[in-house]
């Protein structure tokens, strides 16, 4: 067997690895197990859903308004045509621009997380796919990456909308805020992801739809949660 670390050793003397908590025990656990990494780590959540990503009506993806944000600053590429281009200044992208990008990516430039285009540059970014694809960089309707409404798009991701999808186990993986949140947040934000999955359940799924819930911290455990215990 693995012999524990100090940290580990206090980590366990916290909570109990094999117990399940109400979400309202799990936040306050998790953000007090966080402390020991000495920097304002990430908080994620991770949702195991009974659902078959191989069948076309049962993939799940979507996009949620976190209320208390991620904690993340998310760098925008508005990749637009020059009339949208104030548009995007304004609402605070951080990159703004069209062909010149376009050549920066056909190059292997990735230094964003989010790109929003318009509806008319989608062909251009088509012979991207190889590049973008693989990183999730893609911009995609359904995750409202892909709109005329470019301003809008940029203040809801500086915001905290995020988008997810269930891997090909059937997991949702999501940062829903930061060790220095309070309990509160991280909770009310775990919620909403929750309530998010349940409004969009595709309604093939007749057995267990959520599975298992875990909150855990860049480097810490994860605290199982009882599903029971966030109402929807």
Known sequence: MKKLTKTQKKIYKIFDGNKIYSLTEATKIVKEISSYTYFNSSIDI???LGVDQRKANQIIRGIVKLPFGSGKDFRV??????????????AGADFIGYEEFLTKINEGWTEIDII?????????LGRLGKILGPKKLMPNPKSGTVTI???K???EVKLGKIDFRADRNGIVHSTI?????KAFQIKENSIELVNTLHHIKPSSIKGIYIKSIFLSGTMTPGVRVDVNSISY
């Open 77 to 90: 590429l508005a990749l637009v045509e020059s009339d949208k281009q104030l548009e995007a200044k304004e």
């Open 153 to 155: 798009a940029i203040k």
């Open 116 to 124: 929003i285009t318009t509806p008319t540059m989608m062909p251009k």
């Open 149 to 151: 409404e470019i301003g």
């Open 46 to 48: 991770a949702i195991r």
């Open 177 to 181: 805020g930061k060790a220095s949140f």
